[in-house]
């Protein structure tokens, strides 16, 4: 018996039961089969424990527990291995709950990643989207500024013609009247050949799309050097007396 009650202390059933088996041999006692009894469910108990089977286990030692005339030993056993059986499941189910809050960081951990990722490709696609703006103002710009060009280069093949044609009259005409009344019309002067604002500002928007620094020279100014292109028939361009002046 000296061996069960060591075992007992121990929580070590199976050898309890190994002993008080011996014993009963040797000689019939209450307490011998009383403890028997008991343990067939506290070894049951410490099998779903060790399966983790927690409330399992805690049910098999409170029917150990009960049985009729129990050994007052193999109770209080019983209740050391009770608050054992609930140490483990406190611990189990920590951990649980720490894995658990482990999976929801890391969730929103990547959720946050993946709300970064299609921020980041937002701001991409929006700064490539204003690079496409920029660029096809760029080639809007360009093309309107070689149109302005072409309508330049046209008024000037315009008024060249004009002017062309108005001195080949004046030669005519003058063939065919007196000396002396030839002298008494006045020539006339370059000077004093108007331009029309369009023309004017057609001829500012070819300089300044070829990069001169025109933008605030007196229209005066850019109608002599246009009266100079035309009386030069062809002998001159419009950049070249712009280069001349330093614009």
């Known amino acids: 018996m000296t061996n069960a009650h060591n075992a007992l202390n121990k929580q070590n059933w199976s050898d309890a039961k190994f002993y008080y088996q011996e014993a009963q041999k040797e000689k019939k006692s209450v307490e011998a089969r009383t403890a028997l009894d008991q343990l067939v469910y506290a070894i049951r108990a410490d099998k ?74 937002a701001s991409e696609a929006a700064a ?55 002298s008494s019309i006045p020539a006339s002067s370059s000077s004093e050949r108007q331009m029309d604002s369009a023309d004017v500002a057609a001829a500012r928007a070819e300089l300044i799309a070829k990069g001169y620094n025109v933008q605030d020279l007196p229209a005066s100014e850019l109608q002599a050097a246009m009266n100079q292109v035309i009386d030069s028939h062809g002998g001159m361009t419009l950049e070249d007396i712009a280069k001349q002046h330093k614009w």
């Open 128 to 182: 490539s989207s204003r690079k496409a703006a920029e660029l096809s103002s760029s080639v809007a710009a360009s093309v309107s500024r070689s149109s302005a060009a072409q309508s330049i280069s046209e008024a000037f093949k315009s008024s060249k013609s004009a002017s062309d044609s108005a001195t080949d009259s004046s030669v005519s005409d003058s063939s065919d009247t007196s000396s002396s009344d030839a």
């Open 48 to 121: 779903s424990a060790n399966k983790g089977d927690w409330q399992d286990a805690l049910d098999w030692y409170h029917t150990a527990k009960v049985v009729d005339g129990a050994v007052d030993l193999v109770n209080e056993n019983i209740d050391v291995a009770v608050r054992k059986v609930k140490t483990s499941r406190a611990s189990s189910e920590a951990k649980v709950s720490s894995s658990k809050a482990a999976s929801v960081a890391s969730s929103k951990a990547a959720s946050a990643s993946i709300a970064a990722s299609q921020s980041k490709a």
